[in-house]
């Protein structure tokens, strides 16, 4: 390893420096140079690039369990905590997680019971949707972002962006995942208490559609964990580290995370590391 070291910066500092400060002599290095590379080695080089592609088409957001699980769909087989090592070697970090803002909800209506009750499994889609939006920053000032979540695949089945914060932001969301997903038979739908869910207005297009209505607990984020985790990737893995000039390039990387890499690509943890999309393709439904 540390002649390993050695030869990675030796364009940055003399050898003689950089191997009296290992405490390693200069002819030692210079044979090992010499030396065909193990078969350890050549492996290792063939891994590294898997992982670093990766790493690469994840947007540099995924960490060792994900990579490992790339590099095994390749036919490289090999133990997570060689990818742990390797992606230390190679400098691989996936970005750290980032909170969120915080919600101000205007007046509220009308308040279901919490009849999801933390329950975030689901034995088929459409039996469990869960709701919610956030915000994102722009040079034009904030876009909301509103998605429905199927909690059978973790699938994003409806989503809605808009420059206002009102009951059509989450009802225009609503209204793609039944067009994308059909009518269901006992649907729950699930989210916070805010005003534009306990409207007038979204609790008739729930009724209209047959969907039944649950709500989190006052001030309770963990009854709508699940959601609140998909928006914490959202931001983790793309908008937080974006400056977008306008609200229709927050729309357009919006769309592209959520339709081009979480839904058809994105390891979730949750589902044995496959994608939303993949997991119910391969789901035997009764």
């Known amino acids: 390893m540390k002649f390993a070291f050695v030869a990675r910066h030796r364009h940055v500092w003399p050898v003689s420096w950089i191997c009296a400060a290992l405490h390693v002599s200069r002819s030692g290095f210079h044979a090992w140079l010499k030396r065909p590379p193990s078969a350890r080695s050549t492996e290792d080089e063939r891994l590294g690039a898997v992982m670093r592609r990766s790493f690469k ?3 540099r957001t995924y960490g060792a369990r994900r990579i490992w699980r790339d590099v095994l769909e390749e036919g ?9 090592r390797l992606m230390k ?10 909170r969120g803002l915080p919600k101000d909800d205007g007046a509220r209506s009308v308040i279901a019971d ?23 920053w722009t040079a034009e000032g904030w876009l909301y972002v509103a998605a429905v979540l199927d909690l059978f695949s973790r699938r994003i089945v409806g989503w809605s ?5 009102d009951a059509t932001l989450v009802m225009d969301a609503l209204m793609m995942a039944v067009w994308r997903r059909g009518k269901a038979d006992a649907l729950l739908h699930h989210s916070d208490q805010g ?20 709500m989190s607990r006052a001030g309770n984020v963990w009854d709508n964990s699940a959601m609140e985790s998909f928006f914490s990737t959202l931001k983790t893995e793309r908008t937080a580290r974006k ?24 390891r979730h943890s949750k589902l044995g590391y ?5 997991f119910e393709e391969r789901s035997v439904l009764p």
């Open 161 to 165: 962006m808009k420059a206002e914060r």
């Open 195 to 214: 005003s534009q869910y306990s409207s007038d207005q979204f609790q008739r297009l729930l009724a209209d559609h047959g969907i039944t209505c649950s």
């Open 89 to 98: 070697e190679n400098g691989l970090r996936a970005r750290p997680r980032r």
């Open 274 to 278: 496959l994608s939303p999309m993949e």
């Open 57 to 59: 088409d994840s947007d």
């Open 76 to 84: 490289l087989p090999c133990g997570l905590h060689r990818i742990e």
């Open 114 to 136: 919490n009849l999801l009750a933390r329950e975030f499994r689901a034995d088929r889609p459409n039996q469990k949707w869960l709701a919610d939006f956030t915000y994102i």
């Open 243 to 266: 400056v977008y000039r306008s609200r229709d390039a927050a729309r357009s990387d919006v769309f592209d995370y959520i339709e081009r890499f979480y839904n058809p690509k994105r």
